[in-house]
């Protein structure tokens, strides 16, 4: 199996601009150095948004699926086999990785068949790449739920606020009571200003948090958020991808 990476946060940090962003850095630099496969894991789909890919097939849709041949496929149809032949249909390639999304499923109750797939999809797909990427809901419910394997690297991402990573502290003390399975848990600091730069960086360490990179707020971001422009599109020189490369060095990517 290869690195598996996790992103989660407080909602509204900017934590799937940051995974979008990452997965913009790989793309460009690492020269298909990894087999990448990215989960968007979020209901809502913002991955796939910011990354401009059409989220036309997700596991939400693969629910309804499953759920109605429990009544309609023959007797003697092999489960297993009918299950791993709809996981590809709803594997979505791009140019330079694959894409599951999560989705919303159609009508009403929980989310938890749904769930229920994710961890078996994952079962068994992500044996299949080098680099799993993955942006999570807001929150811990999939971890505590142990929808994903075991992780290499959980990245928090807040924002500069004092209030911001007191939450930070607060998911990797969540995680730690859950026993959550990673080896490392790191801190993406979103949109600081310069002048509170020193001051955040500062705060982090007296909470005993490892902050692996302080993205400034970027105008650029800011511009391409507000139309809807794909991410991937933003140019080398802003601030915000810039500050990408440092945070890919300390993942060791």
């Given at each position: ?6 992103v989660?946060g ?13 997965i913009?850095?790989l ?16 209901p809502?789909a ?7 890919v ?43 990785y ?22 078996g ?48 502290e ?8 859950m ?17 509170r730069?020193e001051?955040?960086l ?8 490892k902050v ?13 958020d507000?139309?809807g422009?794909p991410?991937?599109?933003l140019p ?12 890919v060095?300390?993942l060791?990517?």
């Amino acid at each position: 199996m290869g690195k598996i990476i996790a992103v989660t946060g407080k909602g509204g940090t900017g934590k799937t601009a940051v995974t979008a962003m990452l997965i913009r850095h790989l793309l460009k630099e690492s020269q298909n150095k990894y087999n990448i496969l990215v989960i968007d894991a979020d209901p809502d789909a913002n991955l796939a948004d910011a990354l401009g890919v059409e989220a036309s097939k997700t596991v939400g849709d693969m629910r309804e699926f499953m759920q109605e041949s429990r009544f309609t496929a023959a007797p003697d149809t092999d489960k297993q086999r009918l299950f791993e032949s709809k996981i590809f249909e709803i594997l979505i390639e791009e140019d330079g990785y694959d894409m599951l999304i999560m989705g919303k499923p159609e009508g009403s109750g929980c989310y938890c068949f749904v769930n229920n797939l994710l961890r078996g999809i994952m079962d068994k797909t992500v044996v299949n790449y080098d680099l799993v990427l993955i942006d999570a809901a807001a929150g811990l419910e999939h971890f505590s739920r142990k929808i994903f394997p075991e992780l290499d690297d959980l990245i928090v991402v807040t924002d500069e606020s004092r209030r911001g990573l007191t939450t930070a502290e607060r998911i990797r003390d969540l995680a730690k009571e859950m026993d959550l399975k990673y080896k490392d848990l790191h801190v993406i600091v979103n949109k600081v200003t310069p002048e509170r730069r020193e001051k955040v960086l500062e705060t982090a360490i007296g909470l005993g948090l490892k902050v692996i990179g302080a993205v400034p707020f970027d105008q650029n971001l800011a511009k391409f958020d507000l139309v809807g422009d794909p991410l991937t599109g933003l140019p080398d020189d802003s601030p915000a991808i810039v500050e990408m490369k440092q945070v890919v060095k300390e993942l060791g990517l």
